[in-house]
């Protein structure tokens, strides 16, 4: 599977952005999907990730409450909805695809395939 994010930009502290990922193949439905990020001289880390059907979500600590992943099968589409945005949210996005069956936090290691980044800057 190939997959393309889009959405990231600029956004005040307290505001909302979306990102997007959109996938190619004939099998988005068998792929548990997720969101990392990466800010400058860290390492990547888990922000949520949505399960095969979209019925589980799961979010790491600093962004329960605040983002919201969906994604529809038939569009092969995955979303993430970020709100009340903060400063340390900073960080290049990157969709994730996994054959294994999750539900929880995982490492970037056990992910599949990545997509390309995008850059969310939150200013305070």
């Known amino acids: 599977v190939q997959l393309q994010a889009s959405g990231g930009g600029l956004v005040q502290a307290g505001g909302s952005l979306s990102v997007s990922c959109a996938a190619s193949?004939?099998?988005?439905?068998?792929?548990?999907m997720a969101w990392f990020r990466q800010a400058p001289g860290k390492e990547r880390e888990f922000v949520g990730m949505?399960?095969?059907?979209?019925?589980?979500?799961y979010y790491a600590d600093s962004v329960k409450g605040r983002f919201t992943i969906s994604r529809d099968n038939a569009k092969k589409m995955v979303n993430m909805h970020m709100n009340s945005l903060k400063p340390e949210d900073t960080a290049v996005y990157y969709c994730?695809?996994?054959?294994?069956?999750?539900?929880?936090?995982?490492?970037?290691?056990?992910?599949?395939?990545w997509g390309k980044g995008t850059q969310v800057t939150v200013s305070s």
């Open positions: 994730a695809a996994t054959e294994a069956l999750f539900h929880g936090q995982f490492s970037a290691a056990r992910v599949d395939y």
């Open positions: 949505i399960t095969r059907s979209g019925g589980l979500t």
């Open positions: 193949g004939q099998t988005f439905s068998s792929y548990t």
